[in-house]
């Protein structure tokens, strides 16, 4: 069994190579995610927290033509092939090095239009997401929104069973499709990837139904959950006041 607290840059690597697989439906989550944003107008700001080799910061960046977005994550090697796969939007997209959990980084000297996060937020505890919800809506300026993609605990057994099942047929499924074989789902083992099958100490997601109530007591409004498969999550809210 791997026991794990932090991510590791030989994370970073896996899932540079096997995150098209690994990510049920990535396209449809980054297509919700850029639809529950009202679009800014004018110049403006959007973050990606935990941006990775930057799929999300590229989608905001081609639907949303007046927005700057700035991707932030600890890893090198992610915002190395994050700038180098973004770099055709110039100035548009710039990085920072950080630690979601740390909170400097959420002092800005502009308020964001919008904060999204992919895959990432369940690296930190509870006390930690609410705090971060709570950071964020400060954070924001009127009308804008929090928007995250995540990994959520299903509150039962059968839950849990479900998303294990569901996540791992994905893997299956895209896996064969990308490649033509088995080598991504049996990576996908070998790496203990799925934390509905291999529990362990860097994974804490917490139930939806908590984040969105966690969102609500950090003051956001039109608090919903837009799309879910195989334990993964789409949610948000927006800061009212626009
Ligand atoms: C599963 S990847 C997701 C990347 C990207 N958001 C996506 O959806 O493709 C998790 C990302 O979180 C970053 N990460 C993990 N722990 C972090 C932390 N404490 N602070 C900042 N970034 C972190 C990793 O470097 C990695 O890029």
């Given at each position: ?17 096997l ?7 990535r396209q449809v989550?980054?297509?919700?995610v850029?639809?529950?944003i009202?679009?800014p107008r004018?110049?403006a700001?959007?973050l ?13 960046l081609?639907a949303f033509?007046a ?6 994550d ?10 180098r ?8 997209f710039?990085?920072?090095?950080f630690?979601?959990a740390?909170r400097?980084w959420?002092?800005r ?10 895959l990432?937020v ?6 930690g997401?609410r705090?971060l919800?709570?950071d964020v809506h400060t954070?924001?300026r009127?009308?804008?929104?929090l ?15 479900l ?13 064969i499709?990308?490649t033509?074989?088995?080598?991504p ?6 790496l203990?990837?799925s ?7 860097l ?6 139904l ?20 195989a334990?993964?999550?789409v949610f ?5 006041g626009?």
């Open positions: 069994m791997i026991d794990q607290q932090e991510w590791q840059e030989q994370d970073s690597d896996d899932f540079i190579e995150g098209e697989y690994f990510v049920p439906e989550q980054m297509d919700v850029t639809s529950v009202a679009e004018e110049p700001e959007i990606d927290l935990c941006c990775g080799q930057g799929r999300l910061s590229g989608a905001l081609k033509p927005a700057t977005v700035v991707g932030l600890l890893s090198a090697a992610m915002l190395d092939t994050a700038r796969d973004l770099a055709d939007h110039g100035a548009r710039r990085t920072e090095q630690d979601l740390e400097g959420r002092t000297a502009e308020a964001p239009a919008a904060v999204v996060s992919s990432a369940h690296h930190l505890d509870a006390d997401k705090a919800y709570r954070m924001l009127p009308g804008g929104a928007v995250i993609v995540d990994l959520v605990q299903p509150v039962g057994a059968r839950g849990v069973e998303a294990r099942r569901m996540w791992d047929e994905s893997v299956r499924e895209q896996g499709a990308g033509g074989g088995l080598k789902y049996e990576r996908f083992h070998e203990e990837w934390c509905y099958q291999y529990a362990d100490e994974d804490k997601p917490s139930p939806v908590d984040q969105l109530n966690w969102l609500t007591e950090a003051g956001f409004t039109e608090v919903d959950l837009y799309w879910m498969k334990g993964h999550a948000g809210g927006v800061k009212a626009e």
